[in-house]
Nanobody
Framework: QVQLVESGGGLVQAGEPLKLACVAS????????MGWFRRAPGKEREFVAG????????YYADSVKGRFTISRDNAENTVFLQMNSLKPEDTAVYYC??????????????????WGQGTQVTVSS
């Protein structure tokens, strides 16, 4: 059974850091491009960051560039999202997503076929 499980969400104050983790099971993790998306109240799910399965690169939404870092540990089947200098507008449910061999369209949520349940991140001002 393919599964993605996020963890690390919580309540922090503006300016503080937070690190999310997503553990994958039931798939060959090395072959999967991994993405982080988020959905704020009243808004659509949006792309945050992505990391290509073959190590060719990382991608970020403009709103988080320079503050967030995506990384992966293939030995642990885990993808991370280090979030620094958090802002109240970063408040959302954060989702991990996966797609085998994905190279293009990393920012499009429709490209991903495996999703986690999400973890809540709340940033207070």
């Amino acid at each position: 059974q393919v599964q993605l499980v996020e963890s690390g969400g919580g309540l922090v104050q503006a300016g503080e850091p937070l690190k999310l983790a997503c553990v994958a099971s039931g798939l060959t993790f090395n072959f999967y491009t991994m993405g982080w998306f988020r959905r704020a109240p009243g808004k659509e799910r949006e792309f945050v960051a992505g990391i290509i399965w073959n190590g060719e690169g990382t991608y970020y939404a403009d709103s988080v560039k320079g503050r967030f870092t995506i990384s992966r540990d293939n030995a642990e089947n885990t993808v991370f999202l280090q979030m620094n200098s958090l802002k109240p507008e970063d408040t959302a449910v954060y989702y991990c997503a996966a797609r085998r061999y994905l190279l293009g369209g990393v920012q499009r949520r429709t490209e991903y076929d495996v999703w986690g349940q999400g973890t809540q991140v709340t940033v207070s001002s």
